[in-house]
């Protein structure tokens, strides 16, 4: 491995150091992103419609238990203005937004937006830990150092929507994945993909995007990279048990196949992308989106460009040079988040931050291999004398970055009340 990234991931891996500089550093970045997730919870002046049915959605949980759930899919489709909206069969954020109400005897969306800040304080812990065993451990801290600040992550956290959650799941199935490639005959581990899966196909149609892509990108490591039909057949077990759970779920919790495949319906085909909203304010063409992410995160964009730029780099360059021993989260991170912004940006009516929610840690993760790529190839030109010098500018860049992203962040979103965060909404207060 090359000097300065072998010196480095020594360092990082020195796990039996409890005063470390690396967890010491760690618990500082993680402290950052609770704060800034926390700072503006309680300056939310206005609730969404989104917001409000996910609340009435929980309220009717709370108060008639499960058998309620199968009168909430009745109203929905009894009225077709709620089409619109997010439909009951997004059950896993609106169970744990109810069991967030008992907790707290709150009953609005205050319980839900506290489910958001939990999911977005996991995706943080998650992005640094993806990193740190499947990248490099600096790429995980850097990576984590741009999601405490992501713009699109600080507006999820403090709204009652799944779109956190989403988030959440997305990185633990990304995990999860990673594991089982890294450690194909782990049984549990295909089990725990079924059990997150299920939780991500009852969440929102983003989760089951993300579930479909890991689930794709792991089938095809196992068929072509492992050459093992066995293990393929185990994922694609896994696969097959999540859809029939939730299927199964649907239908017990709505009374009925019919009524449940129609408010699935009814959601995809009357909500996501298709209304008058999104033609007004979320769409345009295809390069917009890439503008729109330059002008709430500059740096996480090009760093990110630049971390994807070395997916056709030889595995001993990556080994020797950035101390990167597996391709597989390099891939992985690369495919979900291409996915994702050709959704947001192909899509129609879907140029918003919120759906590219699922793969914020996935991006964030490529920005802080973009850093990393800087800092190797810089100090493996320079003198070793330069080398303080030169990480400590990277570092203070990043905390720059950091305070500019939050600060955006505040401006644009909080201190205007925004919304869905969406193209047209955001250009708008930042082209003034």
Known sequence: ?????????????????????RLLLLVA??????ALRTADMS???????????YTHYAVAVVDGGLPAVRRVFADYLRDPSSWIYPGPTRLTHVFLFAAMMRITDLRDSRAGAMVSWAAGFGSLL????????????????????????????????????????????????????LEIRRTPKRTWLYALLFAVGAAALLNKETAILAYALC???????????????????????????SILAAIIIWYVLAGGGAI??????????????????????????????????????????????LGVSIVGSSD?????????????????AIFVTLTFIGVAAFGPNLQYLRVMAPANGAYCLLAGLGVWLILVLARRSMPDAYHPILTLCVAVALALSTVGDYRRFNEVVVQTDMQDMSVKDVRDVLER
Request: hydrophobic residues 50%; positive net charge.
């Open 126 to 177: 998650l992005t640094a830990w993806i990193g740190y065993r499947f990248f490099n451990p600096w790429v995980g801290l850097i990576g984590a150092t741009f999601m405490a600040s992501c713009f699109g992550e600080l507006g999820c956290v403090r709204r009652a929507w799944g779109d956190s959650t989403a988030s959440c799941l997305s990185l633990a199935l990304i995990l999860i994945a």
């Open 316 to 332: 001993s360059w990556l080994r020797e040079t950035l101390g990167i021993s597996d391709r597989g989260g390099l891939s992985l």
């Open 1 to 21: 491995m090359g000097g300065f990234a072998k010196r480095m991931s020594m360092a990082m891996s020195d796990r039996g150091t409890v005063n470390s500089p």
């Open 43 to 53: 300056d939310v002046v206005t609730r969404t419609p989104d917001e409000r049915v």
């Open 29 to 34: 970045i993680i402290g950052g992103g609770v």
């Open 215 to 241: 689930g794709f990108w792991l089938s095809a490591v196992m068929a072509v990279e492992k050459r093992s039909w066995p293990l393929f057949g185990r994922v694609a077990a896994a696969g097959i048990a």
């Open 260 to 305: 449940a495949w129609n408010s699935f319906h009814q959601v995809n085909s009357s909500g996501l992308g298709s209304d008058a909203w999104g033609q007004e304010y979320a769409s345009g063409p295809w390069f917009q989106f890439i503008y729109f992410l330059w002008l709430v995160g500059p740096v996480t964009l090009v760093m990110a460009l």
